[in-house]
């Protein structure tokens, strides 16, 4: 069987904006405008798209935000006729949310992006990584290569049960375009991002300042031409803003000089810092990267986050659904940390240490659940673009 070259593009719908080996586009739409709606945009089946990076950023050390990451896929596909074999790849950007759980895209993980949608994915291993230069696992002579020496092995990838990989769409809908990743074992010599709380999500406005960190391309590419060597899988950071808003949604970055996120930084962050002064922590992940906004793809206009605090709810119970079966590396110190983890206040603080905090080091701290009864509630009160 002839050996597949590891992944540079990814497979995926072309508004997707995932990273491995890449063909076809976004089709059909004159004028580079986004859709009036979600349903007007729809795609019709899984395609290859080319992957771009943060745009406009600066370079980042594995130290700068070390709450993020890159998930890394090892496993083999099968193509038919058009050959396949063994793969290893850096897939998607992502961000660790517990001491074992990452947060990242749905379509990251989707078989059906992986294997252009006419594929099968005979075997899939996968592995999160928190080193800032991993373009040494791209090896165009298809070579694998060895795993960064701080790849964590995965027990579990599951994506929102809503999520359809061919109605990814694009302008700003309801994609549903989210996933959690479960590690074996935890990481405890950083602190994880906080989701923000309930009453913090009415800061989520436009033109509101956000940092997003990513591993995508440097440079943007046609659809059918690579990266030049150095550009692609190192890991990138920069100050945007957000340039459109919905509910389950958001834009990062309106004009060719903005900072914006593309290709290969599909499931990567966006932070906010929150206005707070009683808070210690006041930086919070409040979108996952997603997809194109319009046909224009990464060339002149920023791309589109699903918003976390949408979809707050679900990552909570899938966080405790684990610790209730056991299936979890890391549960806290009871029932309060099982789920989303809240925030800690100064008074948390006292008797406690905290990583990369000012005030000091230590151990990963004890969180609290903050999504309950209340939250369906307070997404009808959101405002509606």
Known sequence: MTRFAPLLVLVLPAAALASPPTVGGLEGRE?????????????????Q?????????EAAASTDFPETGMLLFDGELDFGGFGGGPTRSPICSSTLIAPDVVLLAAHCIDPAALTFGIGEVIDATWYWSRSADLSGLSDPSGAIQPLPEDALIATEVVFHPDWVIEELALGLGENKDIALMFLAEPVLDVDYAYLPTPDEIAQITLDADVTIVGWGQQTATDQFSQPPPGTIYIKQQAVSHISDLADYEFKVGELETDARKCHGDSGGPSFLEMEDQDQPFTRRLIGVTSHAYDDTDCFETGGVDTRVDFYAAWIDEEMRSRCEDETRAWCGEGPEDHGVLLPPTWQDLEGKKFLGCSCSTGATPAGMTFWGLGLAALIGLRRRK
């Open 31 to 47: 004028g580079g405008q986004a859709p009036e709606s979600s349903e007007d945009q729809r795609l019709d089946a899984p395609t």
């Open 49 to 57: 798209t080319d992957q771009v990076r943060i745009i406009n950023g």
